[in-house]
């Protein structure tokens, strides 16, 4: 409800045409049904893990966010791209071996 309420507000700002276009990019993007909608919702989703990915898992550390969750957030990727999907995957083992995530 944040999210769309503060693309709501962004939207508003531009001529009406735009608003309207930009608010079909939107719904598509979150009813996820399009394949571009799915390409991008994949996209959107790898960001946060890259971020955690590059500070050792940091942030899910602290809020105890497990593999198996992390996996689960991840799936759609696999999708659009197999193999970031796998370095994904070896990534999440290799925080598990060190002990930066745990699994459940």
Same mark, same amino acid.
């Given at each position: 409800?944040?999210?769309?309420?503060?693309?709501?507000?962004?939207?508003?700002?531009?001529?009406? %045409?735009?608003?309207? %276009?930009? #608010?079909?990019?939107?719904? *598509?993007? %979150?009813?996820?049904?399009?394949? %571009?909608?799915?390409?991008?919702?994949?996209?959107?989703?790898?960001?946060?893990? /890259?971020?955690?990915?590059?500070?050792?898992? #940091?942030?899910? #550390?602290?809020?105890? &966010?497990?593999? *198996?969750?992390? /996996?689960?957030?991840?799936?759609? &990727?696999?999708?659009?791209?197999?193999?970031?999907?796998?370095?994904? *995957?070896?990534? &999440?083992?290799?925080? /598990?071996?060190?002990?930066?995530?745990? *699994?459940?």
């Amino acid at each position: 409800q944040r999210e769309r309420a503060a693309a709501d507000r962004l939207f508003a700002l531009l001529p009406p %045409e735009q608003e309207r %276009e930009f #608010h079909a990019y939107w719904e *598509e993007f %979150e009813q996820n049904e399009t394949n %571009e909608a799915k390409f991008a919702n994949a996209l959107d989703r790898m960001q946060p893990f /890259l971020l955690n990915a590059a500070t050792d898992f #940091h942030t899910w #550390h602290q809020s105890a &966010v497990t593999a *198996e969750k992390i /996996l689960e957030r991840e799936a759609p &990727v696999k999708e659009y791209f197999p193999d970031v999907f796998s370095y994904a *995957e070896a990534c &999440v083992n290799d925080a /598990l071996k060190s002990g930066l995530i745990k *699994e459940r």
